[in-house]
């Protein structure tokens, strides 16, 4: 928080500008005058200051209609009035209007240093409040859901409108493959971002357990429920609750679900108050939901209501374009993580990423990166830094011959067929270094490193 503020003095006396101007100049603020509301509101247009100290009765605009207007200019700068006693009820009034507080005159200084530091130090934690969102929803920016594929892209798109719904939403795809991601994504681009954001995985908790979770229960509901407590659906009020997991939620909590679910409305485990509930629910499943239904172990009519919107996340392997550069944003992240340069992908390490079917997606796709990023010595990751499993692949890349037959170590055949590779590269792109970079997936800069590592002219 910083320590010196703009103070805005507005009073009609002069005396009391005076000794108000002194006092605060002495603390080492920076303060500013005038002695009526009009004055006022052309100062507070034009040096923006960080809070207002304000008499009530003045000439030419009161405090009272100033603050209206000042409010209405920029709600974040706090108001404090100044009134003598006969005009305290005024300033009750005000502080419904948005003044921040209001202090009596004649007032003590340390009593106004106070108020004053308090209503900076509100002012103060809002902004960490409004920042803090704010980088959270940056950080949830569709940019952040990588991809270059088409299907992908789709999905990034209906997320988008979908968000600005209150639709229910079921989001299914294999384990790992961004669904999670996808659900903070709807919650951080919609009306209710400001809200909390709650995730419960229904797999994780027995039966019993689960029902107390999300309905809340009251004190004495069972054996151990010693105090009252609100469940998921209530913390979530004014956000979004995703269910993960859900094929795993047994049918009578589904019951429960669903009237939730159509009434917005519940009573804790053990209690009858019927409490209701502004949220949004998000559910996500690695099953087929459908399949289920027909096995009897969904509820239909559940199923409809949460499938009111379907999204399915493809898995990584039909995403061809993603492992690479998905591969190299894991690498940038867990290599400013562990302190290390940037790091390159080696082409051949990145047709061996691109062979593999990936049956863990995303998830699986980072962790093979992160002990990639640890395992190498150097600026560039070589396929001996990716697990074993990796090194058996035929990693063939488009365009380019097959290695001939291997001899000597693996390691000086993966080094001949690497250079064979910058080699058919560079002569299809008529040796433009940028071009064959592009072409080979790595950067200009990991490109000139292999020429010097291999002696090409
Ligand atoms: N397209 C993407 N771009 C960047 N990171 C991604 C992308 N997809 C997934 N991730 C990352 O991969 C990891 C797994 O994603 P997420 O938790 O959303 O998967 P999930 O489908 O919910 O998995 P599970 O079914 O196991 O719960 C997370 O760390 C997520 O940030
Ligand atoms: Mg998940």
């Known amino acids: 928080m910083k320590t010196q503020y703009r103070i805005l003095?507005?009073?009609?006396?002069?005396?009391?500008?005076?000794?108000?101007?002194?006092?605060?100049?002495?603390?080492?603020?920076?303060?500013?005058?005038?002695?009526?509301?009009?004055?006022?509101?052309?100062?507070?247009?034009?040096?923006?200051?960080?809070?207002?100290?304000?008499?009530?009765?003045?000439p030419h605009l009161n405090g009272l209609d100033a603050l209206h207007q000042m409010h209405r200019l920029n709600p974040k700068?706090?108001?404090?009035?100044?009134?003598?006693?006969?005009?305290?009820?005024?300033?009750?009034?005000?502080?419904?209007?948005?003044?921040?507080?209001y202090v009596i005159k004649?007032?003590?200084?340390?009593e106004l240093h106070m108020v004053i530091n308090r209503a900076l130090q509100l002012q103060a934690m809002k902004e960490e409040i409004r920042e803090l969102h704010q980088a959270l929803s940056d950080?949830?920016?569709?940019?952040?859901?990588?991809?270059?594929?088409?299907?992908?892209?789709?999905?990034?798109?209906?997320?988008?409108?979908?968000?600005?719904?209150?639709?229910?939403?079921?989001?299914?795809?294999?384990?790992?493959?961004?669904?999670?991601?996808?659900?903070?994504?709807?919650?951080y681009h919609s009306r209710r971002a400001n809200g909390p954001f709650i995730k419960i995985n229904c797999a994780a908790l027995p039966d019993s357990l689960l029902e107390s979770e999300l309905f809340g229960h009251e004190k004495g509901a069972f054996t151990g429920a010693q105090v009252q407590r609100q469940g998921l659906f209530e913390r979530a009020h004014l956000g979004t609750l995703l269910l993960d997991e859900i094929g795993e939620m047994p049918l009578n909590l589904q019951v429960k679900l669903l009237r939730v679910l159509q009434e917005r409305?519940?009573?804790?485990?053990?209690?009858?108050?019927?409490?209701?509930?502004?949220?949004?629910?998000?559910?996500?499943?690695?099953?087929?939901?459908?399949d289920q239904v027909a096995q009897g172990l969904f509820r239909e009519d559940l199923f409809y209501r949460l499938n009111v919107i379907h999204l399915e996340v493809p898995p990584l392997r039909q995403r061809a374009g993603d492992v690479v550069l998905l591969a190299n944003h894991f690498v940038q992240k867990f290599a400013s993580e562990n302190q290390r340069d940037i790091i390159e992908i080696d082409p051949q390490a990145l047709a061996y990423l691109n062979a593999w079917s990936w049956p863990g997606n995303v998830r699986e796709l980072a962790n093979v990166m992160e002990r990639a990023v640890i395992m190498s010595t150097g600026a560039v990751i070589f396929p001996e830094d990716l697990p074993p499993q990796f090194q058996h692949l035929p990693a063939t890349q488009p365009g380019?011959?097959?290695?001939?037959?291997?001899?000597?170590?693996?390691?000086?055949?993966?080094?001949?067929?690497?250079?064979q590779l910058l080699l058919n590269a560079l002569a299809r792109n008529d040796a433009n270094r940028t071009h064959t970079a592009l072409e080979l997936g790595i950067s200009r800069r990991a490109l000139m490193y292999k020429l010097q590592e291999y002696a090409i002219e």
């Open 9 to 58: 003095i507005v009073d009609d006396e002069e005396n009391v500008r005076q000794m108000l101007t002194t006092a605060f100049s002495l603390s080492g603020h920076q303060t500013l005058s005038a002695e009526n509301g009009l004055d006022a509101l052309q100062q507070f247009r034009d040096m923006q200051p960080d809070v207002v100290l304000m008499d009530i009765r003045m």
């Open 400 to 419: 380019t011959e097959e290695p001939g037959p291997v001899e000597g170590s693996l390691k000086e055949a993966v080094k001949r067929y690497e250079k």
């Open 139 to 187: 950080s949830w920016q569709w940019g952040h859901i990588l991809t270059h594929t088409p299907c992908m892209m789709a999905i990034c798109r209906d997320t988008a409108k979908i968000a600005l719904s209150n639709a229910n939403v079921l989001i299914s795809g294999e384990s790992g493959t961004g669904k999670e991601l996808i659900a903070r994504a709807i919650h």
């Open 265 to 290: 409305e519940f009573e804790r485990v053990g209690g009858s108050q019927t409490i209701k509930v502004d949220i949004r629910i998000l559910a996500a499943t690695n099953r087929n939901l459908a």
């Open 106 to 110: 004649p007032f003590d200084l340390d």
């Open 77 to 101: 700068i706090p108001v404090v009035l100044m009134t003598a006693w006969a005009g305290v009820e005024t300033a009750v009034e005000a502080l419904r209007n948005g003044a921040f507080d």
